[in-house]
């Protein structure tokens, strides 16, 4: 069975992405929402990291707590726009090991085209988490898991902002053992790949690059 799409509907995420896709929305104003999403998501994505029981003292008593098991998380942005997601998921997780791929997309065939890539060491003990805010057409998602999963990470999972149905099918069908981590699923694509209504385009916006 295909691991679960998660649809992110927390009452403050929601609230926030609603601002996010406004167009009147400032350069500023968007990081600072997609800092606020990425750490409220990172909530959810984290939810069922494995804990491991661990003797602490307190400055009352001896008492054993929970910490996460194994190795720190990799989070693994999908350059340029997953850099979007990065700070705010950090400020939740902020021992995470960070890794990118580097991904553009072919404007023509609207397919990746990857120039970078650097993984953290002891991937094998890692949970990683790949992270873009755009699920499109689904193939830089599919691009990058191929990358990351032939790391051999001990779980792999994909957290996006937006997702298109058509991105979601192809992940799912080409990583059906991903669970996917999204705040919503929008109508459909454009006939330029820009998801509908979307948001524009994330790396732009976040970056304040188009004119
Ligand atoms: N990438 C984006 O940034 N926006 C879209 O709508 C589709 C792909």
Do not use: W
């Amino acid at each position: 069975m295909a691991a679960a799409v998660h649809v992110i509907d927390h009452p403050l995420v929601q609230h926030k992405l609603t601002l996010l896709r406004k167009k009147t929305t400032s350069t500023a104003e968007f990081r600072r929402l997609l800092g606020e999403l990425s750490a409220l998501m990172a909530y959810e994505v984290t939810r069922d990291l494995p804990l491991r029981e661990v003797a602490i003292e307190t400055p009352v008593a001896a008492t054993t707590g929970r910490m996460i098991d194994g190795r720190k998380v990799a989070l693994i942005a999908v350059l340029r726009a997953g850099i979007g997601l990065l700070d705010g998921m950090l400020t939740v997780v902020p021992g995470a090991r960070v890794g990118h791929v580097g991904l553009y997309r072919d404007e023509r065939t609207l397919r990746p085209i990857e120039y970078y890539l650097r993984l953290p060491r002891d991937m094998r003990d890692r949970d990683a988490i790949v992270i873009d805010p755009m699920l499109a057409t689904g193939h830089s998602a599919i691009a990058a898991l191929d990358r990351v999963a032939a790391s051999r990470p001990r779980s792999l999972r994909f957290v996006c902002l937006v997702s298109a149905p058509e991105g979601l099918a192809n992940l799912r069908e080409r990583h059906p053992d991903v669970p996917i981590f999204t705040a919503a699923i929008d109508e459909r694509l454009n006939e330029h790949g820009y998801i509908v209504p979307g948001l524009g385009d994330a790396g732009d916006r976040y970056f304040g690059t188009k004119a």
